[in-house]
């Protein structure tokens, strides 16, 4: 099918420039890429300091023991440690969903009755978006335990990590679902309102359903930087990534083990930023469809 | 609190009105855009609303419907007292079927859903059966092999009949109609306005707001002229298009016939 060249524009900007095989714009743009790594790789490796800096992140040797650990020696496997971060991440993710809507949609209820609960929701929303993620951590691993109470107060690090994001990032997540919802047109409301359905039903089978369609890419878009802030839970002394590089490079002087844990988190949250984009373009691809006669 | 209302089409012999409004207003602020509205419409009977844009057609017709809170006055459905405190809407809104100017379908519904979904879960009918009462519906009005379509893939009048399937799927006891080809281009008008002629044929009850003056000339009982929230005339459509009473319904169809749309 011939393409206009609205629709090329409409495609938005692209990795490679131009579509149909433009063997010119190919071969500029490879030697564009070839020349900005060679100038970067140049600088990095003719500055004074060069040699230093590349035995000290980038020893091969260290990246290897690092990676695998050696408890014998006193430092942990990174690469069993970023499990941990996983499991953190996984769990305080479904806790976020269902905490954050359970606030969205306190938050966007009318009637006298739920006033009481739409002034707590907004105090935790204002509460918990302005105090740092590392406070919080702070906060609740350091709080809890001290309260000396059954349960609550013998978990460990991890679980009141997770609590700790759990708390923080419903707080984000609970706007993004406002946004989402408050983008659903209102005549929508009315619509499932006038075939019988109760308040509770329109959201459940007409509000939500559209709300949740639009707002997956600011959603995934927090859950890439929740999967980074995994890390910050290394404070209570849990032993994840982050803590493990930190245990390897204050044993054995060096810090590739940072390097390590950097390229784990990359491998974790590159494919989910890229699925993200491509979940953008799918999205704006069938609006353009959609706006179609 | 459930009213017992009795089944669609046979009107209380105590209550003849399928609808009756008394001193109905509606203001928004110190915006009053209803101003005592009086009227009853029969079983069977269909009223068609005129009257300039913002005369308070909409307003109306969402008052009756309950989506708007009335300020004063009541409305009594099948003799009912809808606008009595402790009413249950959502219970009322079961009732009476409304379709919009803007079709407003649900976007991420197939046809079949949108239609079922007021019968599955506010009436709570087995999914076959109100599968079954959509289908036939569908193909009364020609659209049977488009339930399995989304909305944004069919026509404006194709999506204008299938919200009007959308009401009637209720089985509604009055069915309100707001401008429903006002958003309709010229050439998809006629489809619906005789899906609204088929309704009217069968008997049911109904009363809609239109610009289409020739329609409500076909199609209506009675015809009731509203400006600035007042019904200012309201007369069989062979007396108010021809021999209109009051000052102010003669120069709006003037204006209309001016514009050639009568």
């Given at each position: 099918m011939a393409e206009s060249p609205l629709d090329l524009t409409r495609r938005g900007p692209r990795l490679l420039g131009g579509g149909g095989g433009q063997t010119r714009a190919v071969a500029l743009s490879t030697a564009s890429t070839v020349v900005v790594v060679a100038v970067i790789a140049a600088l990095f490796l003719l500055a004074p300091g060069s040699a230093q800096v590349r035995h000290t992140f980038f020893s091969p040797p260290d990246l290897w023991h690092s990676l695998i650990g050696d408890p014998a020696k006193g430092y942990y496997s990174i690469g069993a440690a970023i499990w941990l971060n996983i499991r953190m991440f996984l769990v305080a993710e479904v806790f976020i969903l269902v905490f954050a809507l359970v606030l969205a949609i306190v938050r966007q209820s009318t009637g006298p009755v739920m006033l009481p609960l739409r002034v707590v929701a907004l105090l935790y929303v204002d509460v918990f978006r302005g105090v740092p993620t590392i406070l919080v951590i702070y906060a609740v691993g350091f709080g809890l335990p001290a309260?000396?109470?059954?349960v609550v107060s013998t978990q460990g690090p991890a679980v009141y990590g997770v609590i700790a994001l759990v708390l923080s990032y419903s707080a984000y997540v609970c706007e993004v679902f406002r946004a989402g919802i408050n983008a659903v047109p209102l005549a929508q409301v009315g619509a499932a309102r006038s075939v019988g359905l109760t308040q509770a039903q329109s959201m459940r089978y007409v509000i939500l359903p559209q709300a949740v369609r639009t707002i997956i890419p600011p959603l995934l878009n927090d859950f890439i930087s929740l999967q980074k802030d995994t890390a910050l839970v290394s404070v209570l002394g849990s032993i994840e990534a982050n803590r493990a590089a930190e245990i390897y490079s204050a044993t054995v002087f060096n810090y590739s083990s940072y390097v390590v844990a950097a390229v784990l988190f990359l491998i974790l949250t590159i494919p989910l930023a890229h699925f993200t984009d491509h979940l953008i373009a799918r999205d704006r691809a069938r609006r353009l469809a959609g706006a179609a006669p | 609190m459930s009213i017992p209302l009795p089944p669609y089409g046979a009107p209380s012999p105590d209550s003849p009105a399928a609808l009756e409004l008394r001193q109905v207003r509606k203001s928004y602020g110190s915006h009053d855009v209803l101003r005592g509205i009086d009227l009853t419409v029969a079983p069977h009977e269909v009223v068609c609303l005129i009257g300039a844009s913002g005369s308070g057609k909409s307003t109306l017709l969402r008052c009756v419907n309950l989506l708007e809170p009335v300020t004063a006055g009541s409305i009594s459905l099948s003799g009912q007292?809808?606008?009595?405190?402790?009413?249950?809407a959502d219970l009322v809104r079961r009732h009476i079927g409304i379709v919009f100017q803007s079709f407003n379908l649900f976007p991420h519904m197939t046809v079949l859903r949108n239609i079922t979904l007021g019968p599955v879960?506010?009436?709570?009918?087995?999914r076959a059966e109100a599968d079954q009462l959509a289908r036939d519906l569908l193909a009364r009005f020609g659209l049977a092999d488009r339930a399995g379509d989304y909305p944004d893939r069919l026509s404006g009048g194709q999506q204008q009949r299938v919200a009007m399937i959308r009401a009637l799927a209720m089985s509604p006891r009055l069915m309100l109609l707001d401008?429903?080809?006002?958003?309709?281009d010229p050439d998809l008008v006629a489809e619906v306005l005789d899906v609204i002629r088929e309704l009217a044929s069968s008997g049911m009850t109904m009363l809609l707001a239109t610009h289409e003056m020739n329609f409500a000339r076909d199609v209506a009982s009675r015809v009731a002229f509203l400006a600035d929230g007042e019904i200012v005339e309201i007369a069989p459509p062979a007396d108010l298009f021809v021999r209109p009473q009051q000052e102010r319904t003669q120069r709006f169809l003037r204006r209309v016939t001016d514009a050639g749309r009568l």
């Open positions: 309260l000396d109470l059954n | 007292e809808i606008t009595a405190p402790g009413v249950n879960k506010a009436q709570k009918m087995p401008e429903v080809t006002s958003a309709l």
